[in-house]
């Protein structure tokens, strides 16, 4: 059974700096792994999709990596500002249609 | 954003009561989740659909059906409420499972009392 874990599960950061988010997987046959954003009361939203045969994609000040041999993956955040303040899940495929195993989320807060 | 709606946005029952969450979209995707969300134990999947009248289960079905007649609908039905689920419910929509990100609505509050 696939099983996705997000260290750390809140860190705040001043504003500006690089950050990176965890993201672990335990079974390496995924289809592609989603990084996703939630702010309070709302749904998510999509940030980035690695699809399995990729590497890393890149989104503005957003990179995610993906390393399926060691079931990893990474959200880099460049320049961090008060609006990426945000939960920030990742998710992979669990299984053939397409639904989503998602980690419990990084609590991101950076301050002014 | 991607065209989905749900309803209601906010709903309070009482245990043992039928309740009906509904689903729209606008995007004409083939697959349609639904999701819950709670404290400590993130987001799981209650059923998903990958076609009109083609459903399946997911990890915590169990007290839920769901149909999809039309592309556009899925509906959430819980047969019997009961207070453990309280929660925030949402539903989601993609193209295709390769390359496709998955799309959410905003949610439903859901209150059992």
């Known amino acids: 059974k696939q099983e996705v874990t997000q260290i750390p599960a809140a860190l705040s950061v001043p504003e500006g700096e690089n950050l990176v988010l965890n993201c672990s997987f335990t079974?390496?046959?995924?289809?592609?792994l989603q990084w996703f954003r939630q702010d309070p009361g709302k749904g998510l939203t999509s940030l980035l999709l690695?699809?399995?045969?990729?590497r890393e994609q890149t989104s503005g000040r957003l990179n995610a990596s993906l390393d399926k041999s060691s079931g990893r993956s990474t959200l880099y955040i460049a320049a961090s500002q008060p609006g990426d303040s945000a939960t920030y899940l990742c998710?992979?495929?669990?299984?053939?249609?397409?639904?989503?195993?998602f980690g419990k989320g990084t609590k991101l807060s950076v301050k002014p | 954003d991607a065209g989905i709606t749900q309803s209601p946005r906010h709903k309070v029952t009482e245990t043992g009561t039928p309740v009906t969450l509904r689903c729209h979209q606008t995007?004409?995707?083939?697959?349609m989740y639904w999701y819950r969300q709670d404290p400590g134990h993130g987001l799981r999947l209650i059923h998903y659909?990958?076609?009109?009248?083609?459903?399946d289960k997911g990890e915590v079905s169990d007290g839920y059906s769901v149909s999809r007649s039309k592309t556009e609908d899925f509906l959430l039905t819980l047969e019997s409420a009961t207070s453990s689920q309280t929660s925030v419910y949402f539903c989601?929509?993609?193209?295709?499972?390769?390359?496709?990100?998955?799309?959410f609505g905003n949610g439903t509050r859901l209150t059992v009392t």
């Open positions: 079974d390496s046959a995924i289809y592609n």
């Open positions: 659909s990958y076609g009109v009248k083609d459903t």
């Open positions: 998710a992979v495929d669990g299984g053939s249609q397409g639904n989503l195993i």
């Open positions: 690695i699809q399995s045969s990729q």
């Open positions: 995007e004409n995707h083939r697959y």
């Open positions: 989601a929509i993609s193209s295709n499972i390769l390359d496709s990100p998955l799309h």
